[in-house]
């Protein structure tokens, strides 16, 4: 079984800041890369961010410059700093994670609960 459980997120004011944190937990060998997706009411789902390996980041076009992912040593555990928020970035955040169960197995996708960011004043 593999966990992903993500925690942060709220309310802010434009151009304030939040912070989310997903954490992956269980039968794990490897987490191969760790991100986000978010969707707000009517709208697709979009991609915000990720982190594949130690160091490979890709940003959407809508965060880049704003938000800023990372990874913690221990390699299950991922952070977003949104920084610079807009009334349009409010959206249910949801942390998914590539994890191989064991040495040679192809990633399989896990998804966190969601966390919602809401940027109003």
């Known amino acids: 079984q593999v966990q992903v459980v993500e925690s942060g997120g709220g309310l802010a004011q434009p151009g304030g800041s939040l912070r989310l944190s997903c954490v992956v937990s269980?039968?794990?060998?490897?987490?191969?890369?760790m991100g986000w997706y978010r969707q707000a009411p009517g709208k697709q789902r979009e991609f915000v961010a990720n982190?594949?390996?130690?160091?490979?980041?890709n940003y959407g076009d809508s965060v880049r410059g704003r938000f800023t992912i990372s990874r913690g040593d221990a390699k299950n555990t991922a952070s977003l700093q949104m920084s610079s928020l807009r009334p349009e970035d409010s959206a249910v955040y949801s942390c998914?994670?590539?994890?191989?169960?064991?040495?040679?197995?192809?990633?399989?996708?896990?998804w966190g609960q969601g966390a919602q960011v809401t940027v109003s004043s």
């Open positions: 982190i594949i390996g130690d160091d490979r980041r």
């Open positions: 269980g039968n794990i060998f490897n987490v191969a890369a």
């Open positions: 998914y994670a590539d994890v191989q169960p064991a040495y040679g197995t192809v990633p399989i996708d896990y």
